[in-house]
């Protein structure tokens, strides 16, 4: 069973930054997509951003692309998202997920990732 657990959410102003940390304990798997998802109150989980951790392959949202940067340390088992120039539609909870395996068509698919994180608060004020 793999554990993901998130942090760094917070409360910034636009234009601000926040960096969101995703800490996974040990997987067996030699190769996963780590995604990171959103939801809004009343809004459908959105993907964010996602990365391959064979090859550091990283796919964005166009919402985020050129704003948000995810990465990885894959001897700390540490995945972060660094999101700059924040606007106030970015405000939402933020969860990191995992999914075994190396199928890259649904990797922007929040049913295709089988475990996830509690979630972390990403406010950003006008």
């Known amino acids: 069973q793999v554990q993901l657990v998130e942090s760094g959410g917070g409360s910034v102003q636009a234009g601000g930054s926040l960096t969101l940390s995703c800490a996974r304990s040990?997987?067996?798997?030699?190769?996963?997509?780590i995604g990171w998802f959103r939801q809004a109150p009343g809004k459908e989980r959105e993907a964010v951003a996602n990365i391959f951790t064979k090859n550091r392959y990283a796919s964005y949202a166009d919402s985020v692309r050129g704003r948000f940067t995810i990465s990885q340390d894959i001897a700390k088992n540490m995945f972060y998202l660094q999101m700059t120039n924040l606007r106030p539609e970015d405000t939402a909870m933020y969860y990191c997920?995992?999914?075994?395996?190396?199928?890259?068509?649904?990797?922007?698919?929040?049913?295709?990732?089988?475990?996830w994180g509690q979630g972390t608060q990403v406010t950003v004020s006008s």
């Open positions: 997920a995992a999914r075994p395996g190396d199928s890259i068509s649904d990797r922007f698919s929040a049913r295709a990732y089988n475990y």
């Open positions: 040990e997987m067996t798997y030699n190769n996963a997509y």
